[in-house]
């Protein structure tokens, strides 16, 4: 089962992903997610609590990540965890993808939360 978790901060959309991305259910439940956040500059992904991920969810990714530069949105994975690193890396795709550090996560936040108070 995958719980999703979507806050917007200005240009800043951070989805956070819970559980298992493995079954097609879970695959284009986090698609219907990303997709309607089209109007985000910047698309963050926590991967940090995803416990299995499995070709289709891989598969994913790079759609999306394809989506988000064909919508001039920046696609980054955030903290992914150990099943999704080892996913990726069996899958040669690791290099593909954007990986946030926190430090550069939490400089996109703050920079994000000024432009969200300055617009208040």
Not at 12 to 31: N, Q
Not at 51 to 66: E, N, P, Q, Y
Not at 94 to 99: K, Q, R, V
């Amino acid at each position: 089962m995958l719980a999703i978790y979507v806050e917007n901060l200005s240009d800043l959309t951070v989805i956070e992903c819970k559980g298992r991305i493995v079954r097609s259910e879970e695959v284009f439940k986090l698609r219907d997610v990303v997709l309607a956040q089209a109007a985000a500059r910047i698309i963050a992904l926590d991967l940090s609590e995803v416990k299995a991920i499995g070709g289709g969810g891989l598969g994913m990714l790079a759609f999306l990540d394809r989506w988000a530069r064909d919508h001039n949105i920046q696609f980054k994975l955030f903290s992914p965890s150990r099943p999704v690193v080892e996913g990726l890396v069996g899958n040669r795709s690791i290099l593909d993808f954007e990986i946030a550090s926190f430090h550069e996560m939490m400089r996109i936040v703050m920079h994000a939360d000024n432009r969200y108070a300055l617009a208040a």
